[in-house]
């Protein structure tokens, strides 16, 4: 029943602009901390950033900082990450995931939506 659905992925130009988007469904949303994670080629999992069930607190990974925004808006159910300045080393399959009490794993995922940075 729970859900999690990405979009917004896609090719983009080094130094380009995306949005993803993470639809929530099956859950009280809203109650919940939510995480982007993601997964380069040939790599293991990476976290990205972070964002409490109020939306009033977000952490991001230094790989990413200052460049990458989180953000939600509980009232649609949704959850977003704003990626600027994209560099090649950006490229991998971005993943909506919500963290488990523990903070140490997740209790669900989304399918994935592929990020492509490159000339």
């Known amino acids: 029943e729970v859900q999690l659905v990405e979009s917004g992925g896609g090719l983009v130009q080094p130094g380009g602009s995306l949005r993803l988007s993470c639809a929530a469904s099956?859950?009280?949303?809203?109650?919940?901390?939510m995480s982007w994670v993601r997964q380069a080629p040939g790599k293991g999992l990476e976290w990205v950033s972070g964002?409490?069930?109020?939306?009033?607190?977000?952490s991001h990974a230094d790989s990413v900082k200052g460049r990458f925004t989180i953000s939600r808006d509980n009232a649609k159910n949704t959850m977003y990450l704003q990626m600027n300045s994209l560099k090649p080393e950006d490229t991998a399959v971005y993943y909506c995931?919500?963290?488990?009490?523990?903070?140490?794993?997740?209790?669900?995922w989304g399918q994935g939506t592929q990020v492509t940075v490159s000339s």
């Open positions: 995931a919500k963290p488990n009490i523990g903070r140490d794993s997740y209790d669900y």
């Open positions: 099956g859950f009280t949303f809203s109650t919940y901390d």
């Open positions: 964002i409490n069930s109020g939306g009033g607190s977000t």
